[in-house]
């Protein structure tokens, strides 16, 4: 990665780190950066690095040396060269877009990603790309046949139409000159543009020719919470939460009516119908202390258990942190003579986790019990309010099993982190309040907490610039559709494109009166299906599940070095059609191969279908794994035995190798309990508590 500081090159390393694909970097700007010389970039028939990104075509300010020696390795191993950001012009195979093409924002335009494209690198895209503001491009056309150089091949990949003609130019293509094989990239990117993550993979593909440490999968798992229970809703008429953040009396309550809303049997049988229609399902986070097997509700739900999967929240949702004082606003924690904050004891933190585990064994539900999602995250740390987890609530999580347990990602809970017995799981929350059932309440919310005071808000957007911009006031009778679900729309894609498995959490209030979250899970369903292929499904993962990638993704972010020849742990590299890895017996590294690819020795296709590709997060059993690559890959196949000959070429013996990284650290969990599996669990779903 040879890095000019622009937002492009750094939107690609964006990228290869979500994926966890190793990579040198070579900044440009430090004093103390390596020279590119013949000898960093190979060892006789070794080269180091399986392709070569550029800022541009010409290197950025690499010196005219640097450059050759560039050239010669690319040529000298079949290495591809990635041009993260260039204008059009004859030296890339295009035609000036003066000339025959355009130049400007490419927002409100729709890309296309051709039929090369799609069997180059984007299989998993359906073709239309959609491009919001942020992309300025070069658009034009490739040379024609008599200005193109001798035997050099220009094939657009992705392509966007020239405004005011009948023609289309490219913006991703694929340049083949003087031995150089590049991917030319016109428009300007930046990692959290949608058209960047939606093609981003695509680049990695080509530039390795799917052959990279790595691995990624379009996550989306929503789960509501609060289930059984019922939730306070908004006055729209004092702009607080009765029973939440309103005024309060000497005796602590509201001085406002509390309204509250809980689902209906009706919302359960729209929810099941909305399901099956969508061939999507959500999990059902639930406080069993507020069910009844005579409410209609409880009757609702149990009837439909195996529609879902259900997540302890918690017997009655009570708090489990430090005791609260509630006769101010906001609350605080209580404290004892000394001064210290006074917890809520482990007795109540077990006493609420056992009741939900004994209640869903009780009534059938498919469910794990080392999963658990505390009520308000609740005996995990707060910031400012409480600062440290409640220990007894680590206590109890230790004592009762549980393993994993979500946390918050806007209270600064980015990644894995022990809590007695388990991992923390943070879980992303979406602007869809809690505290609202209608498109009208969430307007009014959302426009008290995102409008200036002077047009009518709290002002909460110009006290706090460094995370929230003011917005004109949203219409109240368009705003949700208009406003409010393509917002959402596009920040839950820039989740599910990151290969993040981090789960988003709404409320059960959300899927009962108009049932607010029912548009924005179209919205986002539908974008992704129009855009990824039906090969790249969105996958969906329990809490537990999404907790072992994060644990995996960190383990591997961690342990990868950009220095090639550092102390290895697991190493890789093609030769002869082969890939080969090795490594400590027992590391977890992600890997991603084409389609065809068999495991030497059983025959067996590596790891799952997945976009075009395989990929699998795997282990090393004895140290090694050695792979067999299909055909047109790019890079050499072996000789069969009966064929060799004693007459080696530079093409036959030539290896590449994928990356090198540093020791891989393991994340020990305890032991957990053993339970039965109980009569009614399907025999096709895994039972992880034997």
């Known amino acids: 990665m040879v890095d000019d500081g622009g937002p492009t090159v750094a939107a690609l390393t964006t990228e290869l780190t979500r994926e966890g694909v190793p990579y040198t970097s070579v900044p440009l700007t430090s004093p103390t950066r390596p020279t590119i010389t013949p000898a960093f970039l190979a060892n006789g028939n070794e080269a180091f690095y399986e392709s070569v990104v550029l800022p541009n075509e010409v290197g950025g300010s690499l010196t005219a040396a640097e450059l050759t020696a560039v050239h010669q390795y690319e040529i000298a191993f079949g290495i591809r060269q990635v041009d993260a950001y260039t204008f059009a012009n004859p030296n890339v195979g295009l035609q000036y877009a003066a000339d025959a093409g355009f130049t400007g924002d490419l927002g409100g335009t729709t890309a296309t990603v051709t039929a090369a494209g799609r069997s180059g690198g984007w299989a998993y895209l359906n073709g239309p790309v959609p491009f919001t503001t942020g992309s300025y491009a070069y658009v034009a056309p490739p040379l024609t046949p008599a200005t193109m150089p001798a035997g050099a091949t220009f094939t657009p990949l992705v392509t966007a139409p020239i405004p005011a003609t009948a023609g289309t130019g490219s913006i991703v293509g694929e340049y083949q000159a003087g031995g150089i094989d590049q991917l030319v990239i016109t428009a300007a990117f930046n990692a ?170 009780t009534h059938g539900l498919p469910f794990d019990p080392s999963e658990l999602v505390s009520g308000d995250y609740s005996g995990l740390q707060i910031p400012v309010t409480q600062p440290a987890d409640n220990p007894a609530f680590v206590a109890g999580l230790t004592a009762e099993g549980i393993r994993w347990t979500a946390a918050d990602i806007s209270r600064g809970e980015i990644t894995p982190r022990a809590a007695g017995s388990a991992l923390t799981v943070p879980r992303y929350p979406i602007n869809i309040f809690y505290n609202a059932d209608s498109q009208a309440q969430e307007v009014s919310e959302y426009n008290w907490l995102y409008t200036s005071a002077a047009n009518g808000g709290s002002g909460y957007c110009e006290a706090h610039p460094d995370t929230t911009t003011c917005i004109a006031p949203l219409d109240p009778a368009t705003g949700f559709a208009g406003y409010i679900v393509p917002l959402e729309t596009s920040l839950t894609m820039g989740h599910v494109l990151a290969n993040d498995p981090r789960p988003t959490m709404i409320h059960a209030s959300n899927l009962t009166n108009q049932r607010i979250i029912l548009p924005v899970l179209d919205s986002i369903l539908s974008t992704y299906r129009g855009e990824l292929a039906s090969t790249a499904p969105i996958v969906s993962t329990t809490l537990a599940q999404a907790g072992q990638v994060l644990v995996d993704q960190h383990a591997w972010s961690t342990a990868w070095a950009t220095t090639p020849g550092s102390g290895q742990s697991v190493s890789g590299y093609v030769q002869d059609g082969l890939v080969h890895i090795q490594g400590a017996a027992g590391t977890r590294f992600p890997l991603t191969v084409p389609t065809g690819t068999t495991v030497v020795g059983s025959g ?87």
């Open 192 to 361: 959290v543009l949608p058209q960047f993550q939606e093609l981003a993979h695509g680049i990695i593909t080509w530039a390795t020719r799917g052959v990279h440490l790595g691995y990624q999968r379009n996550y989306l798992t929503v789960q509501v919470d609060d289930i059984f229970n019922s939730d306070a809703m908004w006055d729209s008429v004092h702009h607080c939460t009765p029973g939440e953040d309103c005024p309060r009396d000497a005796l602590g309550n509201s001085i406002y009516p509390e309204v509250a809303d809980r689902m209906a049997p009706a919302d359960v049988s729209a929810l099941v119908a909305w399901q099956n229609a969508h061939g999507f399902r959500l999990q059902m986070v639930f406080n069993a202390g507020l069910a009844s097997d005579s409410d209609p509700l409880t009757q609702a739900f149990l009837s439909a258990r195996n529609q879902f999967w259900w997540v302890n929240h918690t017997w009655d949702h009570e708090f489990l942190g430090c005791q609260q004082n509630v006769t101010v606003v906001p609350w605080t924690c209580q404290t004892d003579t000394t001064g210290n904050d006074v917890w809520v004891p482990e007795s109540t933190v077990r006493s609420e986790i056992r009741q939900n585990i004994n209640w869903a064994w």
């Open 604 to 690: 067996a296709a590596f790891g799952s279908a997945y976009g075009g590709e395989r990929s699998a997060w795997s282990a090393l059993s004895a140290g090694s794994l050695t792979l067999s690559l299909p055909p047109g890959t790019g890079y050499p196949t072996p000789v069969p035995a009966t064929t060799s000959t004693s007459t080696s070429t530079s093409t036959s013996t030539t290896s590449t190798s994928t990356s090198t990284t540093t020791t891989t650290t393991t994340t020990t969990l305890p032991s957990r309990p053993r339970y039965p599996r109980p009569p009614w669990w399907p025999a096709s779903w895994p039972w992880p508590w034997g």
